[in-house]
Nanobody, 126 residues
């Protein structure tokens, strides 16, 4: 089994920054693809970013140039650095992991993951 624990959420003003962390436990071979998914109030879940290995990353268009996903394998942790935050980024952010038979890309976020964290709230005030 793989367990994921997010941290780093909170409240920030528009234009500010937050860094989310996701600590993973369990056999690393079970989750070569990791990512972040968010759900805003009254909206469906949306894939935000994915990472495979240390350098293969993808992002949804709305966060490109503002968010950066990274991975520290030694710590089994994935990060999401969020800069230039906007009110539209307000959501619960979930860390997720899996070993899909599909490209590790936000395009396929709804089919990638077997494991999910509990979520962390991010609130951006304008």
């Amino acid at each position: 089994q793989v367990q994921l624990a997010e941290s780093g959420g909170g409240s920030v003003q528009a234009g500010g920054s937050l860094r989310l962390s996701c600590a993973a436990s369990g056999y690393p071979g079970n989750y070569n693809c990791m990512g972040w998914v968010r759900q805003a109030p009254g909206k469906e879940r949306e894939g935000v970013a994915t990472i495979e290995g240390h350098s293969d990353t993808t992002y949804v268009d709305s966060v490109k140039g503002r968010f950066t996903i990274s991975r520290d394998s030694a710590k089994s942790t994935v990060y999401l650095q969020m800069d230039s935050l906007q009110a539209e980024d307000t959501a619960v952010y979930y860390c997720a992991a899996g070993s899909p038979n599909l490209p590790c890309s936000v395009t396929w976020w709804f089919k990638l993951y077997n494991y999910w964290g509990q979520g962390t709230q991010v609130t951006v005030s304008s």
